[in-house]
Every structure is written in C-alpha cells, then in structure tokens.
C-alpha cells in the first residue's frame, strides 16, 4: 500500500483527485455544479449521457469554469478509429479518458503511439489514458455468455496487465478489485474507481460500496462519486465531507 506521502507526490492534494461524475440531463445543469464546485474538486466526469446531449461544448465550457476533464466515453472500436477519437479528445484537453481494454492490445498500443505523437508534435498537455477492464454490471454468468470461461477476478488482472503492456497509464475499476490490480500492476499504475459512498450515505443502485476512506486506504489514486455529490442539497459541503473522510 502506498504512504501518504507517496500518494501526494503522484497526484497533489485529496480534494485532486475526488472526481464528480455529472449524470445530468442538461449543460445548465451541469455548468451550474461545475460553478460550485471547480475550487472543491479535481476533475468532472462527463459520459455518454452528458456527451451525446452537449458535446464538446460540455468539455469547454467546464474547463471555462476552470474545471478539468475526465471523458468517460469507454471508447471500443477498431484500433485506428479508437486512436483517432482519443487524439480529437486530447485536442479538447481533456485531462483523462478511457478505452475498453477488451477492444486489444493493438487497439491500446497505437491509441498510445498516437496521443503521444500528437502530443509532442503540437505541443499539447498528455491526457491520463486508462482503459476499462470488465464492467461492473457484468457477473460470471454475463461473461461467460458472451465466451469467457475465466473468473471475473482473473479476467479484470488479465485484461490490467494487457492495459499495462500497451502502456496505457492505468484502469477504471471497482474497489474490491484495487488490491488484485495492484499487486499485478504495481505501484505506479494508476486506479479510478466508481462505486464509493459515505459511511452513513444511500447506496442508490450500487452494489458493493466502499467509503472514500478505505477506498483511499486501499491503494486507489482517484474516487469517482456522482448521486451523493451532484444530487445533495448542498454540493459544496458534501464534497468537503468526502474529502475530509479521504484524509482521514
Ligand atoms: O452516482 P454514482 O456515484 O453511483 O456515480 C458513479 C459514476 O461512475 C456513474 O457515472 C457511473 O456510470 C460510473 N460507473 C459506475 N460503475 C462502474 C463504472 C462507471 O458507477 N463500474
């Protein structure tokens, strides 16, 4: 497990790397959180929801607000196609997105190649590429339907260290998973994981929880929290009280 001083040095201060997922319907929706909480906060997520309903005017008009990005897009295609769309959303200056590890090694690999020429060539700030393992929704009889044989627990190691080998920067994953990734993966390779909920918090459809306290304690670098956050009364003050808990 890393030392606290250790985790600083990877990523700044707690309140850096508590991410909010904005599940919302509306960029007034999202831009008014965003106001609230840019000073609170690390990054916001946007997803498909977001996305697909404001589209890149979502990324900008956060980073207006001086809030930086994760694009949870889970990209999955054919590597070109896939490396094509991470190089536009590093030209939006996103500080995070993700791929399907399922999606290849060759996929990841020239996702990789392709951000970091582009980078170097024009200068831009390198985004922290991970790439989904299983997806939590899915159980061993899911899996198993669609041909895999293998544990779910062993296929997440599995697919972590293909993401490694592609030299992607890290995974999304759930907590429950941190220890087995990080023992496979090591110290550097960064873990953002959803599915976390104050002690005392509603669990809303999450399964297997984790408090942002032992979900730090555990080894993961950035907590990604959505509904207690963005649907509180107050927003600002339940963002401090993750925090606070991630200091603990
Ligand atoms: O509201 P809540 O804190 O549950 O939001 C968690 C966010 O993380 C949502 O955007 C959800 O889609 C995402 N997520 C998740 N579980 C996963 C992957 C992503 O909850 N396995």
Redesign the pocket.
């Known amino acids: 497990m890393a030392s606290k001083l250790e985790l600083v040095r990877k990523h700044g201060s707690m309140r850096e790397r508590l991410i909010v997922?904005?599940?919302v319907d509306t960029l007034e929706q999202a831009t008014e959180l965003v106001r609230q909480l840019a000073g609170e906060v690390g990054m916001f997520?946007i997803?498909k929801q977001l996305f697909t309903h404001a589209g890149p005017q979502a990324v900008r008009q956060i980073q207006e607000l001086g809030g930086e990005v994760f694009l949870?897009l889970k990209f999955h295609d054919i590597p070109n196609t896939v490396a094509k769309a991470a190089i536009e959303a590093t030209r939006l200056g996103v500080k995070m997105f993700n791929v399907h590890a399922s999606g290849s090694l060759e996929m990841m690999r020239m996702t990789v190649k392709e951000v970091k020429r582009v980078c170097r060539q024009q200068k831009l700030r390198k985004p922290i590429m991970l790439a989904?393992t299983v997806?939590?929704?899915l159980n061993q009889d899911d899996l198993s339907r669609v041909g895999v044989e293998r544990k779910v627990a062993d296929q997440v190691v599995r697919l972590a260290l293909l993401t490694k080998e592609a030299g992607m920067d890290g995974v999304?994953?759930?907590p429950h998973e941190v220890a087995d990734i990080r023992e496979a993966c090591g110290r550097r390779f960064i873990i953002v994981?959803?599915?976390?909920?104050p002690a005392d918090g509603n669990r809303?459809?999450?399964q297997r929880v984790m408090t942002p306290q032992d979900a730090v304690r555990g080894g993961v670098d950035y907590i990604?929290?959505?509904?207690?956050?963005?649907?509180a009364s107050d927003p600002v003050a339940a963002a401090r009280a993750i925090v606070a808990d991630m200091r603990l």
């Open positions: 997922a904005l599940d997520k997803g949870d989904v997806l939590t929704s999304v994953a759930s994981t959803p599915g976390i909920r809303n459809d999450q990604v929290v959505g509904r207690p956050i963005i649907e």
